[in-house]
């Protein structure tokens, strides 16, 4: 008598085919995308708007894929059920992106007027919803309710129910969250600047300079100085004192009455003259090597940095030679006087 014979399929532990959906779904689901979201936090952030059946099979056609970790921030329309496969589709095409982008250094006004642009609404909405909800915002006491160099530059989601406040929210606590540490609190205090100092000097260094090892420098000038209770005489400040951007200062520029003209007073500006990116807070944070106490840009890409007088005299008549036969009506990378 033959005897019977029962076969059981046994897939090893984790081989089992993930749970996947067959095409393209139906219906329309928003989902946000955050900056720096990894692509399991993506994954599981569709699983549980039903999207996709599951995250492992999300991550496994990602994993497939050469552009499967380019997904951009920001909001998109898919659909429920769709296979994983199909939903990362339409994840790697940064056009179905909905999103704000808002570039490092923007000063706070500019971001206003970007996130009335972005929403549709009269010009003046947001710095009015700024003024009014000013303790919502959650800004910290050392900020004295200033929100300039606390809307972090990044890409935000835009949704249907984003709002100017919840913007500027989402924009602040992404700030905080990189100024609060004890990385932070100990940079401030070994250069001898509080945290929000050490804020003020990220948004001196992103205007001064346009790459991070000139920012590191530029951020190591302005604690020389300091140590050295020498002003600053940044261009860059006067600049935001006036709300312009231009490489030209007069001397009747550096006697303008305003707290922000480092040509008059000591010390460092009241508050950040914008909005510093990572960057920035990192040469803040990290600043170069060096003996520096002046620093010009003669011509894009070209910043020198001396700790003599005598040289820095000879590289700003460069950098007036340079402009004379290249007029540029505004650029990083202003310079500390000379005596």
Known sequence: MAAAV??????PEGKKPAADYVGGGTGRVQVSVAQGASITQIGRTLTAKHVIASTRAFTEAAAKSPAGNRIHPGTYTLREKMSAAAALNVLLDPANANALTIPEGWRTTRVYAAIDTRLGLPAGTTQAA??????????????????????????????????PLGLLQEMVKEATGRLDGTTVNEAAANNNVTPYGLLVIASLAQAE????????????????????????????????????????????????????????HPGLPPTPIGNPGRDALHAAIHPADGDWLYFVTVQPGDTRFTDSSDQQRKNVDEFNAHRAQNPSPSAAGSSPDVP
Do not use: C
């Not at 029962?6 to 897939?11: G, K, R, Y």
């Open 6 to 11: 029962a076969l059981f399929l046994v897939w």
């Open 209 to 264: 300079a346009d790459n991070p090892e000139d920012m590191a420098k530029v951020a190591r000038v302005v604690y020389n100085r300091l140590a050295k209770n020498m002003p600053l005489q940044l261009d860059s400040t006067i600049n935001y004192a006036l709300g312009r951007s231009t490489l030209t200062t007069t001397v009747t520029d550096t006697k303008l009455d305003s707290p922000f003209n480092t040509y008059a």
């Open 130 to 163: 700024a003024e009014e909800h000013l303790a919502d915002l959650g800004l910290p006491p050392d900020a004295s309710g200033h929100p300039e160099g606390y809307l972090f530059p990044a890409t935000y989601p835009i949704t249907g129910e984003s709002t």
